[in-house]
């Protein structure tokens, strides 16, 4: 499978426990995006890569947040001291500069109890 | 910031027959306007897409249509099949700022294909 793909695809934590999540890109792609979906909602933009670089952040990505991209490969996000509102679905999507189109991953389902 | 709005939220239509969802964006600097259909657990997949320089594109039974002035773009379906009920949701970015700022979506419109 060439597309993108993100681990685990599910996850349940207690409150105040530390998760991390990993996206790996479509090979070459050195755009990589990452989203938030809650039920019934479109995906929300938190964080940016462009190759290793992390170009912008969401006002969404609070302190707790925090990802990398070490040598422009795979991406993870970890969330810290989780927070029951941090329940969602946490996507990754990349896209091969120049073109413009975004393919998205599987996502992982996020539960803080 | 970009801001997306997405009508209706449900629709529901006679397998056969067309269906429209319309959206509208607020940023004129935005450029591309993709289209996603995301099934029940499943991820958004990219069905159709279109650039600012372009005021339509369309793609077997798919179509978008995009008016700049009015900032306002369309997703049409003809001759639905029940594969095509799922929800869809609209999105715009401006990559001439290089897309840092990540798509901006719309709410979703839950499509019903009624047999």
């Known amino acids: 499978d060439t597309g993108v793909s993100q681990d685990p695809r599910h996850k349940i934590t207690k409150r105040g426990q530390n998760v991390t999540f990993r996206c790996d890109p479509i090979?070459?792609?050195?755009?990589l995006y990452w989203y938030r979906q809650t039920l019934g909602q479109g995906p929300e933009f938190l964080t940016y890569?462009?190759?290793?670089?992390?170009?912008?952040k969401s006002r969404l990505l609070s302190d707790r947040f925090s990802a990398e991209r070490p040598k422009g490969s795979f991406s993870t996000l970890e969330i810290q001291r989780t927070e029951q509102g941090d329940s969602a679905m946490y996507l990754c999507?990349?896209?091969?500069?120049?073109?413009?189109?975004?393919?998205f991953g599987p996502g992982t389902r996020l539960t803080v109890t | 910031g970009e801001n997306v709005e997405q009508h209706p939220s449900t629709l529901s239509v006679q397998e056969g027959d067309s269906a429209v969802i319309k959206c509208t964006y607020s940023?004129?600097?935005?450029?591309?306007f993709p289209w996603y259909k995301q099934e029940l657990g499943k991820r958004p997949q990219l069905i159709i897409d279109?650039?600012?320089?372009?005021g339509e594109k369309k793609d077997q039974r798919i179509a978008v249509t995009l008016n700049k002035t009015a900032k306002h773009f369309s997703l049409h379906i003809t001759e639905t099949q029940p594969e095509d009920s799922a929800v869809y949701f609209c999105?715009?970015?401006?990559?001439?700022?290089?897309?840092?700022?990540?798509?901006?979506f719309g709410k979703g419109t839950h499509l019903i294909i009624q047999p």
């Open positions: 999105a715009a970015i401006n990559y001439s700022g290089g897309g840092a700022d990540g798509l901006t």
């Open positions: 940023d004129s600097a935005s450029n591309y």
């Open positions: 890569f462009q190759n290793e670089a992390q170009l912008e």
């Open positions: 090979s070459e792609h050195n755009r």
């Open positions: 279109i650039r600012s320089n372009v």
């Open positions: 999507a990349s896209s091969p500069k120049p073109s413009y189109e975004q393919y």
